[in-house]
C-alpha cells in the first residue's frame, strides 16, 4: 500500500486502488495527445472526418490546461463582419517585423492559420453553446459593442479584431462536452510519458505513445496512426517551488512542464527557439489579474496616484490622450497596434500606454505611490467590462479574483484596486502587471516560445506526428492554440484515413517501464522536490540571463551529473510523486534541449532575450534566423532554417497557394 504525507505530517491511506506495471492498452485512429485548448479542437475536428479519436491528458479534459480556467479576449478575428483589418493588413504587419501580437517572433504558417481561421473557430465554439455576443443587451449603446451582430471588442476598437468572449470562462466545459457528444474516449489523468517509434528505431514514424495513471500508477499503451502532439510549452524550468507561492510558473497550468517538448525530443523530432528566454517573477507574482494595473485584460485602466491625480496615457507619436476612449485607438498615421507592447517592438506599432516618463516623474515627486487602478474614474460600460466581463472570464479570475474580491466587499464603482510597481526596464510591457524577480530567474517566452519544427500539414519532422498550440515553435495564445488545433485535426485525419494501424515494439515498452518505475522500486532515496531544486540552480547558475561557452557547458555537464546521481537516487511513495518526479526528468531533458541550442546561437538576440558575453553584439542580421536542434542516439546536431521556410522550396512563394493545397478547407 502507497502512503502519502499530508503538510502536518499525518500519514493518509492513498485514496486509490495502486496496480503499478499493469497495462491497459488502447488503440484508435487519431491520438491526441494533451487535451487542452489545441488537442480538444484537434480532437473534435479528426472526429468530424470520420476517424477513430482518442484524447489522453494528465488532467481532467473538462478543465485542464491553461485555457481550462477561461479566455476573455480571442485574438485575431478578421474575418468578423465588423473587422477593418484584412490578411494582407496583417501580412504587411508580419513580413515587416516577424512578431506576433506579443511581440514575440511569430511563424508564417500559424500567424496564416490564425488570421483565416480564428473567427470561423469561435463561431464553431458558439455553436458548441458559448455565448460571446452580448445577447442580453449589458452592454447596449457601449463603443466597444457592434449593435447589429452585438459582437464586442477589446483593445482597439478603431479596428475591431479581438473579441471579447462573454462567457469564456466556460470554454474548456463546451469542448468537452462536444468530444463526449461526437463520441471521441477521452482517457483523463493520464500522463503521456513517451513516444513510441515504428520497430523501436529512434527517428522513425511514431506509432503511438506510453502512459501512466496518475491515480492508479497503471500503465497504459496507445497505439495510433497518427498522433498529435498538444501538451503546451515548458515551464518551471528555471524557477519551481511549490513551498514558495504554489505554482511558480507564472500563470499557465501546473501539469505543462515540458513533457511534450521531452518525449518528442527523444523520439528524434526536430526543435527550433529552444534558447529563448525572458525574465520571470517566478514566486513574487502576484494572483494573475489579481492587482491593479492597465494591462492585457485589465487594459486600458485608469491609473491614479496616491492622491488621486490620474496618470496621462500617450499614443506612439508622444501626444497625451485626453479622454478614455482615445486610449483604444490607434495614433493619427497609425494603422494597427499592439496593445502591449513591450521592448524591442518598434515604436510605430506600439499602442496607447501610461507615459513611459512616469519613473522619472515619481522620483521627481510629480506623482506620489502607491498607485491605483481606478475603475470608478472609467465610463461604466468600460468598468463593468473590465471588472466582470474580462475579469471573470480571464483564465484564473472567475474564483480565486472577481468572486472572491466581490464576496469580500470589493466594489468596482465605488473602490480602487492598489497597482503594484516593478523596475522601470518593464515599463513596456506592463508596470503592474507582474513583478519582477532575481535576473537569473527566468522562464520561457510568453505564448511564442520554442517548440517542434513543423510544415504547412502542421507535421513534425517525424512522420506520423502533428503539433498545435504551444507545442508549435512560436505557438500563439488560445485562438493560435483552437485554430491550430482545428487545421492539425483535419490533416491528422487526412493522414490516418491513408495508413494501416502500425504495430508497437514490445522492446521498447519495456525500456520505458523500466523507466518510468524506477522511483517506485527504491527503497528511499531523495524527493523530487530535492531534484528539481538542483534542476533550478542548474539553470539560474550556468543558464541564465547572461551565458557564455563555458557557463553552458559547465551546465551540461551538471545536468548529466544531476542526473548520473540525485536522478538514480529519487523516490516516490505513490503515483502522485511518481508523476512529479517523472516531470523533474522532463525538465531535465528540456533543460539540456535550451542549452544546446544557446550552445548553437552565437549571438546575441533582443526579442529571445538572448545575451551571449561571448557574443554580445546585439542583433547581428546573419543570426536573423532559426536554430534548430535535433538528437540521434545522444549525438546532437544544430542546424538552422530561413525566418521564411513557409515559404521557400519545397513549399509555394505565396501563403494563399500553400493554405489552398494544404488546409484540406
Ligand atoms: C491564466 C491564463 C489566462 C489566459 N488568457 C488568455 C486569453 O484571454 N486569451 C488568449 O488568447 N490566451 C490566453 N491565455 C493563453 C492560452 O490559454 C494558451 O495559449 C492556450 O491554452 C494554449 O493551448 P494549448 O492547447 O497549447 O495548451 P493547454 O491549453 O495548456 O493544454 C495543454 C494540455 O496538455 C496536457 N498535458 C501536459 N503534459 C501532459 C502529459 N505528459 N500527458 C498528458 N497530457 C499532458 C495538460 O494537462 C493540458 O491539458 C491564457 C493563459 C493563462 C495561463
Not at 470520420?50 to 479566455?71: E, L, M
Not at 492554440?481 to 483535419?490: K, L, P
Request: proline share 5%; glycine share 10%; charged share 25%.
Amino acid at each position: 500500500m502507497a502512503f502519502y504525507e499530508e503538510p502536518l505530517g499525518e500519514i493518509k491511506e492513498w485514496p486509490y486502488p495502486v496496480n503499478y506495471e499493469k497495462e491497459n492498452e488502447v488503440s484508435t485512429d487519431v491520438l491526441i495527445l494533451g487535451g487542452g485548448i489545441a488537442g480538444c479542437h484537434a480532437a473534435i475536428n479528426a472526429a468530424k472526418r470520420g476517424v477513430k479519436v482518442a484524447v489522453v491528458d494528465k488532467g481532467p479534459v473538462i478543465r485542464s490546461g491553461s485555457g481550462g480556467a477561461g479566455v476573455d479576449h480571442w485574438h485575431g478575428a478578421i474575418g468578423n463582419p465588423c473587422s477593418k483589418l484584412t490578411m494582407d493588413d496583417m501580412l504587411e504587419f508580419f513580413n515587416a517585423h516577424k512578431h506576433n501580437f506579443t511581440g514575440e517572433y511569430g511563424n508564417g504558417i500559424t500567424f496564416y492559420i490564425l488570421f483565416k481561421e480564428s473567427y470561423d473557430t469561435l463561431l464553431d465554439v458558439e455553436k458548441m453553446g458559448i455565448k460571446f455576443r452580448d445577447e442580453d443587451d449589458d452592454f447596449k449603446g457601449a463603443e466597444f459593442r457592434d449593435d447589429e451582430t452585438k459582437i464586442m471588442f477589446a483593445y482597439d476598437y478603431e479596428n475591431r479584431h479581438v473579441i471579447r468572449v462573454r462567457q469564456g470562462a466556460e470554454i474548456k466545459v463546451a469542448l468537452y462536452k462536444e468530444l463526449k457528444r461526437l463520441g471521441v474516449k477521452i482517457y483523463n489523468r493520464i500522463m503521456v510519458t513517451s513516444l513510441l517509434n515504428e520497430d523501436g528505431e529512434q527517428g522513425s514514424r511514431i506509432v503511438g505513445a506510453t502512459g501512466l495513471n496518475t491515480r492508479t500508477g497503471e500503465f497504459y499503451t496507445f497505439k495510433a496512426k497518427a498522433s498529435i502532439l498538444s501538451m503546451a510549452s515548458p515551464k518551471g524550468i528555471w524557477v519551481f517551488s511549490t513551498e514558495l507561492a504554489g505554482s511558480t510558473m507564472s500563470l499557465d497550468d501546473p501539469n505543462c512542464v515540458g513533457d511534450g517538448d521531452a518525449i518528442a525530443w527523444n523520439a528524434g523530432a526536430q526543435f527550433a527557439h529552444m534558447e529563448g528566454s525572458m525574465q520571470s517573477s517566478g514566486t513574487f507574482h502576484y494572483p494573475p489579474y489579481g492587482t491593479g494595473n492597465a494591462h492585457n485584460t485589465w487594459y486600458a485602466c485608469t491609473i491614479v496616484d496616491a492622491d488621486g491625480k490620474e496618470i496621462p496615457w500617450v499614443d506612439r507619436n508622444g501626444k497625451e490622450l485626453k479622454t478614455v476612449s482615445e486610449r483604444y485607438r490607434p495614433a493619427d498615421g497609425q494603422k494597427l497596434f499592439l496593445f502591449n507592447p513591450p521592448p524591442g517592438v518598434p515604436r510605430e506599432y506600439a499602442g496607447p500606454y501610461l507615459t513611459p516618463e512616469l519613473p522619472e516623474r515619481v522620483k521627481k515627486g510629480e506623482f506620489k505611490l502607491p498607485l491605483y487602478a481606478d475603475l470608478t474614474g472609467m465610463p461604466e460600460h468600460e468598468r463593468r467590462a473590465l471588472f466582470g466581463l474580462m475579469v471573470g472570464n480571464e483564465g484564473k479570475t472567475r474564483i480565486p479574483i472577481y468572486e472572491t474580491y466581490t464576496q469580500a466587499g470589493f466594489d468596482p464603482d465605488k473602490d480602487m484596486l492598489q497597482a503594484n510597481i516593478v523596475p522601470p526596464d518593464m515599463l513596456l510591457r506592463g508596470p503592474w502587471w507582474g513583478g519582477v524577480g532575481p535576473r537569473q530567474w527566468r522562464e520561457t517566452m510568453f505564448v511564442s516560445s520554442g517548440g517542434v519544427v513543423f510544415d504547412w500539414d502542421l507535421k513534425t519532422s517525424l512522420d506520423g506526428l502533428f503539433a498545435a498550440g504551444n507545442q508549435l515553435v512560436n505557438g500563439g495564445a488560445h485562438s493560435a492554440a483552437a485554430t491550430t488545433g482545428r487545421y492539425s485535426g483535419r490533416k491528422a485525419a487526412e493522414y490516418a484515413l491513408k495508413s494501416d494501424m502500425p504495430e508497437l515494439d514490445r522492446n521498447q515498452i519495456d525500456q520505458e517501464k523500466v523507466r518510468v518505475y524506477a522511483p517506485v522500486n527504491m527503497e528511499n532515496g531523495i524527493s523530487w522536490k530535492e531534484l528539481q531544486a538542483g534542476l533550478c540552480r542548474i539553470m539560474q547558475d550556468y543558464c541564465g540571463e547572461y551565458k557564455s561557452e563555458e557557463t553552458l557547458k559547465t551546465g551540461l555537464r551538471w545536468l548529466e551529473s544531476i542526473k548520473e546521481s540525485e536522478g538514480e537516487m529519487v523516490y516516490a511513495r505513490n503515483p502522485h510523486e511518481l508523476a512529479r518526479t517523472l516531470e523533474c526528468f522532463s525538465r531535465l531533458t528540456v533543460s539540456q534541449m535550451i542549452i544546446h541550442a544557446s550552445l548553437a546561437r552565437k549571438a546575441s538576440n533582443s526579442i529571445l532575450g538572448f545575451n551571449r558575453l561571448d557574443y554580445p553584439d546585439m542583433d547581428p542580421p546573419e543570426w536573423e534566423k532559426f536554430i534548430t536542434i535535433q538528437q540521434n542516439n545522444g549525438d546532437v546536431k544544430a542546424g538552422e532554417l530561413p525566418f521564411n521556410y513557409w515559404l521557400l522550396p519545397p513549399y509555394a512563394n505565396t501563403y494563399e497557394e500553400n493554405y489552398k493545397k494544404h488546409s484540406g478547407i
